[in-house]
């Protein structure tokens, strides 16, 4: 699976948008880009995904770029129940591949006040 | 529908004894994957089970071993235990094993072994 990467951590105000980028420049054709949160000391949860393009669902939108070398997940208010490490995680699709996860290191999410 | 539920929550053990972790998926689903979480090396797939039959395993010695019932629930086993075993056990579940649907994850049981 291609390599993601994440800034480690990033700050936005309540009711703001918070926008996360994630880089992953060797994602292949039948790669999807999955994003996870994980609240302290509770088990992933899952967001949102997609191949190529942009998706939007009752909790975020995700927005891939044309080459998909990039995207963006987007929280369109954030509140303070969504300070969490966000995971982008790039997953190859094909019949039998598993569902194995690779987690990096993600981006700690501050949402204040 | 009921989400992924794992038992026991917590678990403390001493060094040399075993544990088993239990895992139920969300009805329906029938693959069953588990990982280990440390402050050291962050979230590692252990391994994932099909259909009562192991399909992946990750980087984990021996010791650690699973198994999946006709039901599809899991139980992961750790034997001999070391301190380092210490963490947040996550299971996670999915309908299949294309990669296309998501995985779906319960609250993880935080074993310590003293």
């Known amino acids: 699976d291609a390599k993601t990467t994440q800034p480690p951590s990033m700050d936005c105000a309540e009711g703001r948008a918070a926008n996360l980028p994630c880089n992953h420049s060797?994602?292949?054709?039948?790669?999807?880009v999955y994003w996870y949160r994980q609240i302290h000391s509770q088990g992933p949860q899952y967001i949102i995904h997609g191949l190529k393009n942009n998706e939007t669902n009752e909790m975020a939108s995700l927005i891939i770029t044309e080459d998909r070398k990039s995207s963006t997940l987007i929280l369109p208010h954030a509140t303070l129940r969504d300070t969490a490490v966000y995971y982008c995680?790039?997953?190859?699709?094909?019949?039998?591949?598993?569902?194995?996860?690779?987690f990096g290191g993600g981006t700690r999410l501050m949402v204040k006040p | 529908k009921a989400g992924v539920t794992q038992t026991p929550r917590y678990l403390i053990k001493t060094r040399g004894q075993q544990v088993t972790l239990s895992c139920s998926p969300i009805s329906g689903h029938r693959s069953v994957s588990w990982y280990q979480q440390t402050p050291g090396q962050g979230l590692q797939f252990l391994f994932e089970?099909?259909?009562?039959?192991?399909?992946n395993k990750g980087n984990f010695p021996g010791r650690f071993s699973g198994r999946q019932f006709s039901n599809s629930r899991s139980e992961m086993n750790v034997s001999t235990l070391e301190l380092g075993d210490s963490a947040l056990y996550l299971c996670?579940?999915?309908?299949?094993?294309?990669?296309?649907?998501?995985?779906?994850f319960g609250p993880g049981t935080r074993l310590t072994v003293l």
């Open positions: 060797t994602i292949s054709g039948n790669e999807y």
């Open positions: 995680i790039v997953r190859v699709a094909k019949d039998n591949a598993g569902n194995m996860l690779t």
């Open positions: 089970y099909f259909s009562e039959t192991q399909r």
């Open positions: 996670a579940s999915s309908l299949g094993l294309a990669g296309v649907v998501p995985q779906y």
